[in-house]
């Protein structure tokens, strides 16, 4: 059984840092592309990074142009765990944060319809 469980989402101050988790089970997980999206209160789902691992892949880390420099994407294969650090946050950062995945050995996108697999999600609120 697929499995993704989203970790660390909690209210932060703007400026401030999070470091989200996403521990994945079910599938051979070096084989998939983890992506991270983002929920807004009344807003559609949107696509924040990917991260995949397969040498073909020239796309290996994939950012929105919203969080590019501030958020970072990394994996760890022994700990089926994808992490995402996010810096220098910002209120237009809120919402609930899902990890999903693609594959086997799919290339990384951030086309939500593209993904087969979906977390519960994690609420990130950021505000003073």
């Known amino acids: 059984q697929v499995q993704l469980v989203e970790s660390g989402g909690e209210l932060v101050q703007p400026g401030g840092t999070l470091r989200l988790s996403c521990v994945v089970s079910?599938?051979?997980?070096?084989?998939?592309?983890i992506g991270w999206f983002r929920q807004a209160p009344g807003k559609e789902r949107e696509g924040v990074s990917c991260s995949s691992d397969y040498a073909y892949d020239d796309t290996s880390t994939m950012y929105s142009e919203s969080v590019k420099g501030r958020f970072t994407v990394s994996r760890d294969n022994a700990k089926n765990t994808v992490y995402l650090q996010m810096n220098s946050l910002k209120s237009e950062d809120t919402g609930v944060y899902y990890c999903?995945?693609?594959?086997?050995?799919?290339?990384?996108?951030?086309?939500?319809?593209?993904?087969?697999?979906w977390g519960e999600g994690t609420q990130v609120t950021v505000s003073s």
């Open positions: 079910g599938f051979t997980f070096k084989d998939y592309a």
């Open positions: 999903a995945a693609i594959g086997p050995w799919a290339r990384c996108t951030l086309a939500r319809y593209e993904y087969d697999y």
